[in-house]
Each structure stands twice: as C-alpha cells, then as structure tokens.
C-alpha cells in the first residue's frame, strides 16, 4: 500500500526474491513526499529523539552507492547521486561555541565531521555568504534528485515484475481474526499473503490497520531555482534553512527549503514559506538572490508522535509496518527496504529494529506532537 520510494522499493525487492507483489497507490505512484523533498542524504540527527536513528542513518547512507548502481544499471536512468558533502554554516555570535559541540556529537555518533576555517570554506564554495562565522564540513553526507530516484524505482520494480496499480486507493484491511489476508481497494477485495504498509502521511487513514498508525502530515514548502551567479558544489545548510545543488550545469539546477508546518493535507504554498526559504537561503548563498525561481511545491513529511518509523509487525500477522520517515525517509529507503524483505521473507531482520516497533504506542494515549523543528535537516547541537 503506497507507491512513493519505501513502497517501491520494497516491492522492488520482494520481487527480486520471486514473490508476486502489487503496488496499490490512490493516485500516480511516486508523487507525494518522495516527489516533493530535498534529498538530502545526512544521517545527522535534527533533535535529541532523532538519535536512535542515527545508526539506521548510518547503514542507509552505506548501502546507497549499490543501490544506486544497481538503479542506473536495470533502468539506464541517472539519479542525481552527488557524494561532495555537506557544509554546515553556523551565523550566531555563539558559532565557535556551537561548531565545538557539533563536531563533538557528529564524532560521538560515528559520524565524519571537520571544522572547516570560515576562509577556507569560502574557497571550498565561493558563493558562501560573509556572515558566515564558523563553519562544518560533513564530507560523507550526499544528495540525490528524489524525483528521479523515485522513477527509476518505479521503473526497475516494473522491470522485476511488480504489478503497479495507479489510481487504486485501498480504503480498509481484509482481516481473518488476527492475521491480515489483503486489502479493500476502489470496492475490490485484492487478497495478499502479506500487506506492507507504506502509505506515508496517509497512512492514518486505511481502515483496520493495528495498532492505528497514528501519522500525521507536517508540510513543508520547497523553491527550485535555476542560477548562474552563485554555483555551489556542495549542499549548504543552516539552522534556517539549506540549498541543495542538483548539477554541475550552467545555469545550475538547486532545490532550496523548508518550512515545519502542521497545516493537515493542506498542500499550498504560501509567502510566508517562501519568505522563510529566501531569506535563509540569501544569508547561506547572498548570490541566490539573483537566481530564478523555476518551481515553487510543498509536501507533506510522515510524520509520528515521537517523530521515529513505525517498521516491523504490528497486531496482525500478515501486516508491516514501514511508513513514519518523517524528514528522513529519502535516506532511510534502502535500509527499510532491505529489513523489510528480511522480514517478509525470512522472518528475522539483520539490524534490530524493535525501538521503531509500531507496538510501541498501542499501549499509550495518542501523544500530543512535540513541537515542530524549524527546518529538515541540521544538528539540533548548533542551536542547544
Ligand atoms: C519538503 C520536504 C523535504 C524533504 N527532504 C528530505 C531530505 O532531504 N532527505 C530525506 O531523507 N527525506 C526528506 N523528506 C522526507 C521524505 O520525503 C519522506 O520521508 C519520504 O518520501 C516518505 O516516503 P514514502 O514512500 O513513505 O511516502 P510518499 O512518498 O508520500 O508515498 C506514499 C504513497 O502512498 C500513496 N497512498 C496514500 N494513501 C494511500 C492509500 N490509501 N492507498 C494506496 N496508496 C496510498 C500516496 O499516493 C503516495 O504515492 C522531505 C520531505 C518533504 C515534504
């Protein structure tokens, strides 16, 4: 249930082991989250709960390369992979303070991070604004054009076999006591020996699902611009914001965002947003501010009570649970793919997952959120 990356990929590699699987998605696979995010590939964690999903971070970044060139071999399809790092720039009058702390908790995670002289970051990337006042090079973080990995996906589970079917909206679980035998969709009964629950931000609202998968949608806003003045090589990001290069063209592709907004499924772009993305990126890149807009977009990030996934079994025999990637979730594909095979087909998993058990709020009151971040990506240390 759910054709965006964790559902296409998954089925990608359920199929790659022989099984017969369909992909069910309300509308065209592929163009929700996975569609509208920044893909970024930083396994840093944003907040203090974001740690538990560092070492899951972690092993995604490491099967990245072979994903990739797994993709680009089946589908003859590029997807943007970029290995050049991620700088991270501190603008506060606490910077040297902040930049201590942050390499400390990047290296206390396992995780590469230099300090990086502000003059030679500015040579590194010559269109890094002047009020930069200390500055973080990541140089294992990577990025990608997630609408064109999301394709490829697509493109390489139809290849294996997978069954996609577009417009096909599943409404409820068809459930035999406690085990799930398949699903309700568009009125048909479409039985299944096991049903994976990848549906994103709408994964709260497929009937019978146990325990209820208690996600809700938290937007974010996204700018793309095309531009010749400022290049950038490398991702920059700020506690405000980040921009993203997406080539080495001229003009130069870059995607830049976002907000953390509780706005329902409400998918508008607004000036408020924007006003936030320009600003934060015009202080990271002053040059951007020459750049043109060419697409303005906003989607809609899975989002979960204590902000982690819900992976693995639930209450129902026969039903997984791989949805909540929150703002992760581009990263984190080919490691839930991989568990998720594990599972479906070996019943056990190569790297323990019980901490993203979905069984872990069916004993609690829904929680209240936690109150929202204010960017995608970043080292929470920098602003603590
Ligand atoms: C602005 C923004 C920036 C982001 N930046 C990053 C980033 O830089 N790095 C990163 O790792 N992550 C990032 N993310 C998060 C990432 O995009 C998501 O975590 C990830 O795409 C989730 O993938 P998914 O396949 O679970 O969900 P989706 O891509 O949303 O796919 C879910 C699919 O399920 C389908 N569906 C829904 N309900 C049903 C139903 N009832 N029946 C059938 N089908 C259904 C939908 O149509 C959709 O195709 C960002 C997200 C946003 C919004």
Partial sequence: MGGGLIGGTIALRLAQQQLRVALLDGQTPGREASWAAAGMLSPAPDSPEAIPLVPFGRASLALYPEFIAELEEITGRRTGYRREGTIEVLFSPEAERELSTLIALHRGLGLSAEPLPVDEAHKLEPALGREARATALLPDEASLDNRALTGAVLAAAAAAGVVLLANT???????????CTGVVAQGETIAAGHVVLAAGAFSGGIEGVAPAAGVRPVRGQMVAMSNSAARLRRVLRSDRGYAVPRDDATPQRLVAGSTLEDAGFDKRVTPRGLEQIFSAVQELAPGLAAAEVVETWSGLRPDTPDHLPLLGPGELDGLTFATGHYRNGILLTPI???????WVTERRVSLDWERFSPLRFAAVQPQEPQPSLKRDKGTFSART
């Fill in 169 to 179: 909206k599943v409404t409820r679980l068809l459930r035999e006591g406690s085990l």
């Fill in 336 to 342: 839930t793919a991989k568990l998720v095979r594990e």
